[in-house]
C-alpha cells in the first residue's frame, strides 16, 4: 500500500507560480510512475504530466507543456509539481497518483494509488 499526500495548493494570481508536492508513505515511491491529475468544476478529471519512474522523462497534456514542470526526489519519496504562468483555467483540484510501471499514463484507471487532492485557485 501507498499512501499519497499533496500539499502546496492555494490561491494565486493569474500569471503567479506554485509548487505542489506529493509526500508517499507505505513503500518507496522509485518502483512507481507517477502523474499529476487534476479537475476543475464540473469537468472531468484530466491528465496534468507524468514522471517515469527512473525521472529521466515526462510527459504533459499540451494545455500545460512550458508552464509546469515535474520531478520527483527518490530519496525523499516525493514528487513535485512546479506550476508557472499560472491562468484561471488551471483553476482545479491536483491529484497526484501511482502505478508500478516504468512509464506514466495519461488513463486514470492505470494508477493504483490516489492522494486526497490539493485545491490551486489562480485568480484573474
Known amino acids: 500500500q501507498v499512501q499519497l499526500v499533496e500539499s502546496g495548493g492555494g490561491l494565486v494570481q493569474a500569471g503567479g507560480s506554485l509548487r505542489l508536492s506529493c509526500a508517499a508513505s507505505?513503500?518507496?515511491?522509485?518502483?512507481?510512475?507517477m502523474a499529476w491529475f487534476r479537475q476543475a468544476p464540473g469537468k472531468e478529471r484530466e491528465f496534468v504530466g507524468g514522471v517515469y519512474r527512473s525521472g529521466g522523462n515526462t510527459r504533459y497534456a499540451d494545455s500545460v507543456k512550458g508552464r509546469f514542470t515535474i520531478s520527483r526526489d527518490n530519496a525523499k519519496n516525493t514528487v513535485f509539481l512546479q506550476m508557472n504562468s499560472l491562468k484561471s483555467e488551471d483553476t482545479a483540484v491536483y491529484y497526484c497518483?501511482?502505478?508500478?510501471?516504468?512509464?506514466?499514463?495519461?488513463?486514470?484507471?492505470?494508477?493504483?494509488?490516489w492522494g486526497q487532492g490539493t485545491q490551486v485557485t489562480v485568480s484573474s
Open positions: 497518483a501511482a502505478r508500478p510501471y516504468a512509464l506514466p499514463s495519461k488513463e486514470q484507471m492505470a494508477y493504483d494509488y
Open positions: 507505505g513503500r518507496t515511491l522509485s518502483t512507481y510512475a
